[in-house]
Structures are given as C-alpha cells and as structure tokens.
C-alpha cells in the first residue's frame, strides 16, 4: 500500500494525503515522519514529496474529512486517513450528505475523487470503539464506493484503481492482515471495481467471504477438501459495486451458499446477498442460505470472548457440514 501511494503521487502532482500522525504528530517536537500513520503505510512519504503534499491534521474528523471533499472539488486528489472506522461516525454527515451527493447535486458538474482510508476489525484485543467492521453502513449510501481487500495483490491494484476514481471510495483495511504476505508486482496496476475474485474452484458449496473472512475459508476449505467437500471460495473486493452476476453463476453452479461476514448480522452485507441470491436464484439453491456473521453485540475485550466473537474456520466448517448433510 505504501508502494501505490508513492507510484500514485509520482504520477499525479494533484494527490495529496493528509490525517491524524500520517507524518509524526501535529506540534510535535520529536523526529519528523516517526511514525507514517498508526500503522506505517505512510512511512517515508513526507522525506519523499515534502509537507505540502502530505502533512498531519488535529484531531478534528470532521474538519478534515471536509477539507478533503473542499479539495477533491477544487481539483485535488485528496488522500485522507481516518485511524479507525469507528471514528467516521464523528464525520458522518461529511460523508453521506456532502461527499455522496455532490456529484448528483450539481448534475455531473463536479466530481468528488476523494479516498478515505481507514482501518476495521476485530481480533486485536483493541476493545469496541476500535474494533466494529461497518462497511455496510457505507454501502447503504449511493454515492460511496467500497472497497475491501483481502490480500497485498488486492490491496495495492484497489488503491490504486480508488485513487484514479472520480468518486468518493471508502477503503476499508483489516488491521489484522497488515503483516500477511503474498506476492505483489512491483510496477503499477489496477484491479476494476465490480470484479470479484474466484480464490477457490469446488463444485458443492460456494463461500463468500469478506476482507479477512477469505483466510478463514481458505483454511476451511483446504479441511473440507479432506473429506471430499469441495468448496469455491468468492471474494467480492469491492461491496459497492458488487459483483453480482458472478455470485449468481456460482450459486447457480453449486447450489448451496455459505456468507461469511464479519460485520453486524442486522443490515449485514452477509443479509444484502442473502436478499440477492434468494431474489434471483432461489430456483437454484438445495439448501437454505446459511450466514455467518458476528453477534449483535459490541465488540468484547476480553480475548476468550473476543475470539468466540469472531467467524472462525470452525464455524465455516460446521456450517459446509450442515449444508452438505
């Protein structure tokens, strides 16, 4: 991810990123760039192309979520970081009333190439005001694209594709696959948006699985396929817009659907899909849609009940198992 932001801003002299300690701490006395973001993926950008194109904000959400929809309008291509997904709530109205609607608003006049990158998930004992994964309150709203990758590959062509979009693109990273590795051109590239990503081929059960849900599946998958249950895993990568006609075909294909989402199970992502599936295939399925999502609950801090929180291999397993029985 680091990589496509420094590709992108060599390309563009528009592209700017700004957010809280994307540098080193607004103020602060201590070394310049310590940091590069919470979690480093802006590590080393500030040496490279100086603090007029990337530079840290107060801590202010709103301001600067509205000062990057300012920018995107007046030409900019405004990279803006948002530690934790939990905090978009302080800017909500930013998003869904001014980012989402001004190009609809002015008739296509203005466009809004704007990029909120901000980090979702449970797993890292980071308790429930950093933990939520609510990528399906921003699906709900037209005028958002949303993007959640799964892998490096994934991570740096998604970005690169959200950067160069005209629309606003909330990106969506799970804190917890930071240190995954896979293989990664090092040119630049581009994934479309709307083109899920076949990870497995099987013939019996189809898994789509969301952001980091896909690494839980492969290793339910790689268990079922020593029984001699073969399952595709589909990862949508991008949930607005989504894929649908290939999740269709492969429903069509296996005829039985297993969602693993790790967001709320109310107005889920796991629930839209579901509504989809039994909408315009409920011809082809042989066996009742199964959903597994997260309780309707905060996230805990407690590790045991965190962890219980979580979907989980077992669970996908348990729930092929049922499906298949």
Not at 7 to 30: A, H, L, P, Y
Not at 243 to 254: K, Q, R, Y
Not at 291 to 296: D, V
Request: hydrophobic share 40%; net charge negative.
């Amino acid at each position: 991810m680091n990589e496509a932001l420094i590709q992108e801003m060599e390309r563009d002299k528009n592209i700017i990123i700004f957010g809280e300690d994307v540098c080193g701490g607004t103020g602060g006395s201590g070394e310049k760039d310590a940091w590069g973001g919470a979690f480093g993926v802006t590590k080393g950008i500030l040496e490279k192309y100086g603090s007029e194109r990337i530079f840290d904000t107060p801590i202010t959400e709103s301001a600067f979520i509205g000062a990057g929809i300012g920018s995107a309008m007046t030409g900019m291509r405004p990279i803006v970081e948002i530690m934790f997904v939990d905090f978009l709530g302080v800017c909500f109205d930013q998003i869904f009333n001014q980012a989402a609607k001004v190009r609809y608003m002015f008739g296509g006049m203005a466009t809004i190439p704007l990029v909120i990158r901000t980090t979702f998930g449970a797993g890292s004992r980071s308790a429930s005001q950093h933990s939520q994964a609510l990528y399906s309150i921003f699906t709900h709203i037209p005028g958002l694209k949303v993007v959640v990758p799964s892998n490096p590959y994934d991570a740096k062509g998604l970005l690169i594709q959200s950067i160069r979009d005209d629309d606003p693109v909330i990106f969506l990273e799970n804190k917890m696959l930071y240190d995954i590795e896979g293989e990664v051109p090092d040119q630049s590239y581009t994934i479309p948006f709307a083109e899920a990503h076949v990870v497995r081929e099987g013939k019996d059960v189809l898994i789509v699985a969301i952001g980091r849900m896909v690494e839980f599946s492969i290793q339910a998958a790689e268990q079922l396929a020593h029984e001699g249950i073969q399952c595709s895993i589909l990862d949508p990568r991008t949930l607005s817009p989504l894929d649908e006609e290939l999740i269709l075909d492969l429903v069509d294909e296996c005829g039985r659907l297993v969602i693993v989402d790790e967001s709320y199970p109310r107005c889920s992502i796991a629930s839209d899909i579901s509504s989809l599936v039994a909408e315009k295939a409920f011809d082809a399925l042989k066996a009742p849609i199964i959903k597994i999502t997260a309780p309707h609950s905060p996230v805990p801090y407690s590790p045991i009940l965190e962890d219980t929180y979580l979907p989980s291999k077992e669970k996908i397993v348990d729930a092929v198992h049922e499906l298949v029985s």
